[in-house]
């Protein structure tokens, strides 16, 4: 019956789950079943052993490695800082602290680096999109406005940048593609990254507007020679963005500092105006690629490194393009890390590589990473075909993308070079330590060989960051360019790079740093701050991950189960913020304090072109005619004076008197006030000043690097 055709259900429990009693045997189960079943010996019972909790164990090799570690490191930036002179004993000491942290990273096995694994995609040029073409039409574009901008008259600037802007975003249309999506990180909240990043970017810029027009306290030749070309490109005189100016700096970025210096006027405040931002930017980004590249802790903690260096801070307050360098410089190679290591993750996203080109085209239209950054990118590439074929192979056709896409967007000044091939390499020839005969003469001067005056020039450039002074007017702050906390993990952040530089952040971290402090090597008054600015912010990254890798070290000593090894990591991160944010202070509470009060900032005759076009914006140009006796130590022609006196003109009332002995025609005095400057070193001719205009004001001006600056005698003729 239906009995038979349906088997009974199983017994169930109160909670509709199978019972666990068993039942007698149905008169349908198999006899051999049956047999075999009662046959069969019944499993011996095992008493559960209840598992043994981890024993918290300490490692104390490894916390005598991590000591060891710290302490010769400490003890060689001792001896940089308090002993210049003994250079090689500090070395001596960082390469045992060397040699300690290859042991520990060996007994950690920090060393080990995982096979990475991957697809090839296929590559073939049959199936390149239909919008590909519109690459060509995005050259056009840009070849047009660099024609425009070459023209007479040009046109206006913003149409001819807004021009090249249109052929970048069309060329990077044609040439992007469906990429895959960026899976989504667990491990790190959306919303705390961005709120992390807008107090990051909210306290850099606060510090480096906070006083802007007061300190530094005088604009420098630097600022001034910039701001002269920004004047003219304010007035609308100069139209070219694809030019080069002042030092053969390009000038793209000074149209964006023209348009503060439009509305405020030729002041030290306007002249400044947007390097906060660009720095603040730079720490921001700086928190985001290391964030990318390493992970939240390091990124978080070299963003607040590079926000509390007084080196940062310093060429962020100034009206000079040189801050870019750091921003541009790491925009690039931290974008081309992110590609390359997407790469290794999946197939490669189209977009990342693209945006890696944009930062790369755009370092063109900076001096040092523009000299740099070329051949950064070609000691990349032949590592990766050495030792990494297989990568390059599959991402050839983004590679080839991201170089289309710099080739657009530096195509303007690529031309400009090619037009004026000298401007490329003007300032270098003028300042080589080899066409400038300088290595030949300090060779002479020193008795030593020229081998031997570049290994010094080698040393020094190294040693800047921890002892050797900076020999820049533009900073001048009797100081290594990292304070003492930072300088130490710094050193120790190289140390790890070189251990772990098979590895793909850090053997790129290794060609950031050195090719551009390379650079300086080879040229005179070395080693120069501003010419540095570029590999800070890879220095804070190198220093954060230090900063965590010895945090984390000193928490592996204790051996404990996953619990407390949860809880332990939750406390290592508000620690080790807590540390970076003190070095941080540190370095902020000095460059508002002793640098400050120091006055150390420039020169003489800075302070001096600075104090006369101070006392000239007192007077008024149409009734006053000013003669300047200067020469032949100084001129009018010193870009502080033209750039900040608002109705003085050189060789229209404001004139250079040459010194005695040589003669020269200068117009006499019409208008109803005449005023004479003198420099000390002419004050003798005061008394002749006086004779031919009797019954005038004598007045002194003092200052920090002279006192007196110099001497005025007002005149009624």
């Known amino acids: 019956g239906a009995g038979n055709r349906h088997p009974a259900p199983a017994a169930t429990n109160g909670l509709g789950q199978a019972d666990e009693t068993i039942s007698e045997p149905s008169a349908s189960t198999s006899p051999a079943r049956t047999e075999a079943n009662a046959t069969a010996p019944e499993p011996t019972a095992v008493p559960a052993v209840p598992p043994e909790k981890p024993k918290s164990r300490f490692d104390l090799i490894a916390a005598g490695l991590v000591g060891l570690t710290l302490w010769c490191a400490v003890i060689g930036q001792m001896m940089l800082t308090q002993t210049p002179a003994a250079v090689g004993s500090g070395i001596r000491w960082f390469l045992f602290s060397f040699s300690a942290m290859f042991l520990l990273a060996w007994r950690t096995g920090t060393l080990k680096l995982a096979a990475p694994t991957w697809k090839r995609p296929s590559f073939s040029l049959k199936e390149m999109p239909r919008k590909r073409w519109y690459y060509l039409l995005a050259v056009a574009i840009v070849f047009f ?23 970048i975003a069309l060329a990077f249309y044609s040439l992007h593609e469906g990429s895959p999506q960026r899976p989504t990180s667990t491990k790190t909240p959306r919303k705390f990254l961005i709120l992390a990043g807008l107090i990051l970017f909210a306290t850099a810029l606060i510090i480096r507007f906070s006083g802007l027009g007061e300190h530094p306290w005088l604009l420098n030749g630097l600022e001034t020679g910039i701001g002269l070309d920004v004047q003219k490109i304010a007035s609308g005189a100069f139209r070219n963005p694809f030019s080069t100016g002042w030092l053969t700096v390009p000038t793209l970025p000074l149209f964006l500092m023209a348009l ?11 002249i400044r105006f947007l390097a906060p931002f660009v720095g603040a930017f730079t720490v921001l980004a700086t928190f985001w690629i290391g964030t990318k590249l390493w992970r939240l802790e390091v990124g978080l903690m070299a963003a607040v490194l590079l926000t509390g260096s007084h080196f940062h801070i310093h060429y962020s307050r100034l009206g000079f393009p040189v801050v870019w360098d750091g921003l541009l410089l790491l925009l690039a190679l931290g974008l081309l890390g992110i590609a390359w290591q997407e790469s290794k993750e999946e197939n490669g996203r189209r977009a990342s590589w693209l945006w890696a080109g944009l930062a790369s085209g755009l370092t063109v239209y900076t001096y040092t990473p523009a000299r740099v950054l070329p051949v950064i990118l070609l000691l990349l590439l032949l590592l990766a075909v050495l030792y990494q074929r297989d990568i390059v192979r599959m991402q050839l056709s983004n590679i080839l993308a991201a170089c289309a896409l710099a080739f657009i967007v530096a195509l303007p000044q690529l031309l400009t070079y090619n037009i004026h091939p000298g401007l490329f390499g003007e300032r270098f020839q003028e ?26 020039q080698l040393q020094k450039s190294l040693l800047v960051f921890n002892t050797v002074q900076d020999k820049s007017l533009a900073f001048g702050s009797g100081k290594p360019l990292l304070g003492g906390g930072l300088a130490l993990l710094f050193v120790l952040g190289v140390m790890l790079a070189i251990l772990r530089s098979k590895q793909h952040p ?14 300086g090597v080879l040229l005179i008054e070395s080693p120069n701050s501003q010419r540095l600015v570029a590999v800070l912010p890879i220095i804070c990254l190198l220093a954060a991950v230090a900063l965590v890798t010895i945090g984390e070290w000193i928490a592996a000593v204790f051996k404990t189960d996953e619990a407390a090894s949860e809880k332990r990591k939750q406390v290592l991160l508000p620690l080790l913020l807590v540390i970076a944010t003190l070095i941080a202070l540190g370095e902020i509470l000095f460059y508002f304090g002793p640098y400050q009060q120091g006055h150390t900032f420039a020169d003489r005759n800075t302070e001096i072109a600075h104090g006369v076009a101070d006392y000239l914006n007192t007077l008024d140009g ?17 870009p502080t004076i033209p750039f900040l006196t608002r109705t003085f003109t050189a060789e229209e009332n404001l004139f250079d008197i040459p010194p005695e002995g040589i003669t020269a025609v200068v117009p006499k005095p019409t208008t109803p006030l005449v005023t004479f400057i003198l420099l000390p070193e002419r004050i003798h001719e005061l008394a002749e000043l006086e004779t031919d205009y009797p019954g005038g004001e004598q007045n002194v001006v003092g200052g920090f690097h002279a006192d007196p600056l110099f001497y005025t005698y007002e005149v009624t003729p």
């Open 260 to 270: 503060p210096v439009k509305l405020l006027g030729s002041t030290a405040i306007s």
């Open 145 to 167: 406005s660099f024609r425009q901008a070459n023209n007479f008259p040009a046109w206006p600037a913003w149409l001819t940048i807004a021009l090249w802007l249109a052929g």
């Open 431 to 456: 300042l080589s330590v080899f066409n400038s005969n300088w290595l030949t003469q300090e060779a002479l001067l020193t008795g030593q060989s020229e081998v031997a005056i570049l290994a010094q």
């Open 622 to 638: 149409t009734t006053t005619t000013a003669y300047f006796y200067g020469p032949p130590n100084m001129y009018i022609s010193f």
């Open 506 to 519: 850090y053997g790129l971290a290794l060609l950031w740093l050195l090719l551009p402090l390379g650079w």
